[in-house]
């Protein structure tokens, strides 16, 4: 059956799927929500059977009703390749009591390499289908690990261009040194002065700009999104839900029907969000474990049904969650308001003015399935101590919250349903904290310099302390050229952006 796309905010909008893409964003704000959530085709005995790409595509061809068969294999094969260091794309690793399913093995070490590593296939064939004769320029704002998965994704993509915005006094030195060595000529790397709100901020101005939007056009361009809002994300994070409880049932660890629970470190709310599509197309998933750091919004907010924003910006060691809006929450509150995109639009507002919304109390009965906890920084580097000490395991801080909030799960409600882990990022991308955390003497060591160098010296004390090997991604950056060297004002992103496409005059 044939997927249809609306926004979250206007039920007049019908669009496919490979237009939905293409847009990324709504006009009127809103997200793009698909008409119904498919069922899967597929029994979960012949899914055990199955490689990633296998499953994939039987996950996304029920979103991707637009796409031939010819065309999503294509997208999938091309994705899903060596640039993994595994073959099983993501791994399951059983320690402490609990799955974790490890997200981290594409080219970036950090879970946005699942959908971005797709993404920029899945944009190519959109715009072929749709006869989009432009280069598409992609625009990105980042706080650090979309910049950069999304940078490995589009280099050398044909048809694309991709410009990253991130700033500069405000990522890890790690962070930096894999974006600005980004090889592809049609990559732009810009660091800006000031934070990343500031950022988010101007792209947010230049795809609002409609003088620049015909100017582009004329010249042969036009704008897209790689950000986690786009349906061209949200659709390859599901695939891995689907897998997980595949490779359970393949090994023996639970038989078919068994429920498990899955606990998503989360900040924009897409991979939690992927999760939940996946129990709603039949993957028997009994609770939906929401981690939050010390920005606890969404606890909050699964406590007491109300949202706010309107508290402090705490920074932590798990930047990549340091977030006081979950974009993608607008699609489960758009379901659980029942499919009411008047509703939907009233929170939203809400949330753009006040910096709050209230949802009802039907509504809030319509979350039963989600448990929202979260792990101050303390227990996040005590919860990478101890899964080090007692299991051997070395996780970064993303998943350590996660880790952190399942114990206290356990503790509260004694339900012992085995349980999914998402582990979104590779301990070596953050290695600082979690040196903090297994071996605080060597972390700071140097009198608490921080810099690329004296962040590569403790890489190698952590593959030591880890037993593991230093991930290709992180001893390719050590020694590659800067080749980006490009800082701007806050106020001269758009003309920075003019400048790179040849815009002037
Ligand atoms: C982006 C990111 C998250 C948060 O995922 P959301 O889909 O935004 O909830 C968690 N951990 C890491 C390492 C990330 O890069």
């Known amino acids: 059956m044939e997927v249809w796309y609306s926004s979250t905010r206007n039920g007049g909008i019908r669009i496919k799927a490979s237009e939905a893409i293409l847009k990324g964003l709504s006009e009127d704000g809103g997200l793009f929500v698909p008409d119904h959530i498919p069922e899967l085709e597929k029994s979960f005995q012949e899914l055990a059977g199955m490689s990633y790409q296998e499953t994939a595509y039987e996950v996304m061809k029920l979103y991707l009703t637009d796409f031939t068969k010819e065309e999503l294999e294509s997208c999938i094969s091309s994705a899903y390749d060596s640039k993994f260091d595994t073959e099983e794309i993501a791994p399951l690793v059983h320690a402490d009591g609990a799955y974790f399913l490890e997200l981290f093995h594409g080219s970036t070490i950090a879970f946005k390499d ?38 490995a994704g589009f280099a050398g993509v044909e048809g694309t261009k991709i410009i990253v915005f991130y700033p500069k006094n405000g990522v890890s030195p790690i962070q930096e040194r894999q974006m600005v060595t980004q090889k592809g000529e049609n990559t732009y790397v810009v660091g800006i002065h000031g934070n990343f709100d500031d950022a ?26 790689a950000n986690s809002i786009n349906i061209g994300r949200l659709v390859p994070q599901i695939v891995y839900y689907v897998y997980a409880y595949a490779r359970l049932l393949e090994r023996g660890e639970i038989r078919e029907g068994d429920k498990i629970n899955v606990v998503v470190p989360t900040g924009n709310f897409g991979n939690i969000l992927a999760a939940f599509y996946a129990k709603n197309m039949g993957v028997p998933i009994g609770r939906l474990i929401c981690a939050s750091n010390e920005n606890k919004v969404l606890y909050d907010f699964f406590r007491t049904g109300e949202y706010d924003r309107n508290r402090e910006f705490v920074l932590t060691s798990s930047p990549s969650m340091d977030i006081l809006i979950s974009s993608n929450l607008e699609r489960l509150v758009y379901r659980i308001a029942g499919n009411d995109p008047e509703k939907t639009a009233d929170f939203m507002k809400a949330l753009g003015g006040e910096g709050r919304y209230e949802i009802t109390g039907e509504m809030r009965e319509m979350l039963g399935d989600f448990y929202g ?33 399942y114990r206290k799960y356990v503790e509260e409600t004694g339900d012992r349903t085995p349980s999914v882990i998402a582990s979104t990022a590779s301990p070596f991308k953050f290695t600082r904290s979690v040196m903090d955390a297994i071996a605080p003497v060597a972390a700071s060591g140097d009198a608490g310099q921080c810099d690329a160098a004296t962040d ?31 800082v701007c004002g806050k106020d001269e992103m758009r003309r920075t952006v003019e400048e790179f496409l040849g815009l002037q005059g």
Not at 200 to 223: H, P, W
Not at 373 to 392: D, M, N, P, V, W
Request: include cysteine; proline fraction near 2%.
């Open 456 to 486: 590569f010296e403790l890489v190698d004390e952590l593959a030591a302390l880890a037993g593991k090997k230093v991930p290709g991604a992180i001893e390719e950056i050590r020694t590659a050229p800067v080749v980006h060297d490009h």
């Open 373 to 405: 906890g979260y792990a101050s920084e303390e227990e996040t580097g005590e919860t990478i101590r101890e899964l080090q000490k007692k299991a051997g395991y070395v996780v970064d801080t993303h998943t350590a919250v996660a880790a952190c909030v």
């Open 200 to 225: 988010q901020t101007g792209v947010k101005k230049i795809f609002a700009d409609k003088e620049l939007e015909e100017r582009m056009n004329r010249q042969g361009y036009q704008f897209s999104s």
């Open 114 to 151: 699942m959908a971005l590593s797709i993404l920029p296939y899945l944009m190519t064939v959109s715009a072929k289908k749709n006869k989009v004769k432009n280069e598409i320029v992609i625009l990105t704002a980042t706080s650090g690990d979309t910049g950069k998965a999304a940078l």
